[in-house]
């Protein structure tokens, strides 16, 4: 193989590569990428990369001197690449699976691994189908993957379960178990049974959010049970689903919430980040006191100190108490948008919305915290 | 003690006082930090913080109420001024050593200690003293303290060593062993004995380098044998020196060199960074073929690959190669800020000597590696 290319163009592509490879050292295989020409095509070469659950394939243009692939060390490749000042690239493999890239004056030989032992990414005809603007798309992520799981504990909440409500409505959901978040978005073109529900893992979302604007407008989502492929522009990742069920989190959202309290966002993020700023506990717990046209924030506390704080809000029911994870309510509140925010629930033990005033498309639960202080 | 403070200010000062406060558990009390009134001050308070090595004096304007001093967990109090939105901040000790911090609606009581058990900090009169423009002062600490050793295992190595050279000329030197850099800065201002030598120590190069814009316009640098102080503005440090004898590095820095070449540095900075980019060792050696007109750059041949560049330089003596930890040379090229540098060694065994064309002031000198490729 024989490529030149536009440095910019690779490096890139290379730090997206490079953020799917293994980083683990058990299956050394996975620390390398693959770079291929393409069949009938002369302006555009191939690069893929796998962690065996998330590939990615990215097509970078290319003049093509000699057909060919290679497979090469990724971290090796980007941190060289990095330093590169010239303007073009040459990569060429040599007998004996030597790699030279050449960049202005400069000359760098790396060995290659076989291409053949390098777990193939095959992109696939999959039955289901959604296609979605990129900023919904992002807005979709973002509003859920938070309150996903992050640790392996119940691997079926390590991400974000997708399914259909029919009337073109997808769900997108998500919960570890203290808290839940729902988005319901409205999308024209789909193709979705409505029986299907599938666990979109957190990895695959993060890094196809992180790169969202590869793809262009729209992101082409296509899936079965098993894999789910998203596809636009020059880009395209495919993943692996989660196995297993994921829990019916209907019940735990309440229909029957009697007390409301209109918060402005700001201010209650500013005053949580003060009264919880003082804990010791990753978690950071603060006790609400709500009473008419009132909300009282109250760190624990404790022999290191306490911190108080006090925000006028939109109220009129009776006057009670409730604990919360501040962390919990930070994450939700930083990722809605709207001025003021809506919290929901029917007493101090009962699970609490929180949601924008005037959008029913997405919503939060939240456990409360029995606090003793 | 009853005081309000502009958050901002306060804010400003806590991070400088929470640089210095000791990091380690070992000694409890140096996490805390002091604000006290000064007699006969009516507008201002006095921060204060040691690791008893450094201690650092910031004055404040403030609004006193009451007069008295508080000793207080400097992160603590930093974690939650952080978070404060309102512009002013009222700070007032309670009986039992409870301290109260008021910032718009929000009140948070944090316990306190003893300030008698803190140790203060006590400006002194002493003998020898140097008043030096800071920009100057800046130069003289980047240009020397990158060369001065980083772990424990020579003390007297572990910051920058001051001299007087006579004709108003302070010395500035650092070495580490494999490499040393001096500055000589010509100071009006100064009394300074010439058998006088002090060792400074570098946290508090740091640290007094970072904040330098607080010192206005000159600092005020006075010592003796034991501490020195630096001084301006509204902030005062106070230093011990190392003890013990810095090394004479007189005779490690070449007088005859008969070699010598001029490089653009920018390009021997990219280049080095491409060459060294593959390398696996912390200080990746590389190789420096020169001839006339041309400087080839080699990284190790090794199995996981190789890197070469080449440079046009001026040059026109004999054809030799010299080895280096690019790290050294990478360190002295990115403080110098000429266009062109110059190399002067003698032969491929010979200390080099790195420094400007047209500027005696500084110099660097490395010693080669022996490199077997």
Partial sequence: ME???????????????????????????????VIRTIDGKEKEVEFSSTDYELSLVEIVPAEIKEQGSICVNAKKVFDIVRELQAENVHIKSTEQLWIH??????????????????????????PQSITINVDDFRHCIDKT??????????????????????????RWLSTDGHRLAQMIKTIDALSFDSDKEVIIPRKALTEVRRVAELFGENVNITFDDRVMQFSGGSIMFKTRLIEGKFPNCDPIIPKDSTLEMIVNRERFISSLRIVSS???????????IISPGSL????????????IDEIEIDYEGESFEIGFNSKYLLDVLSVLET?????????????TIIKSPDDESFLSVIMPLRVEW
């Fill in 145 to 170: 993957l938070f309150a996903a799981i992050t640790n392996e504990s119940r691997r079926n909440l390590m991400g974000v379960c997708l399914s259909y409500n029919g009337d073109q409505k997808t």
């Fill in 101 to 126: 890239i050449v960049c202005g004056t400069s000359e760098t030989r790396l060995p290659s691994v076989e291409v053949g032992l390098y777990p193939q990414t095959i992109l696939e005809e999959l």
């Fill in 278 to 288: 003082i804990s010791s506990e990753k978690l950071r717990p603060v006790k609400l």
């Fill in 296 to 307: 009282k924030l109250e760190s624990e506390k404790a022999d290191y100190g306490e911190v």
């Fill in 3 to 33: 490529i030149i290319l536009k440095r910019n163009a690779l490096s890139n592509t290379l730090q997206n590569i490079n953020s799917v490879v293994d980083k683990s050292t058990t299956k050394p295989i996975l620390s390398n990428f």
């Fill in 339 to 351: 001025k003021n925010v809506v919290l929901e629930c029917k007493n101090s033990m009962s699970p």
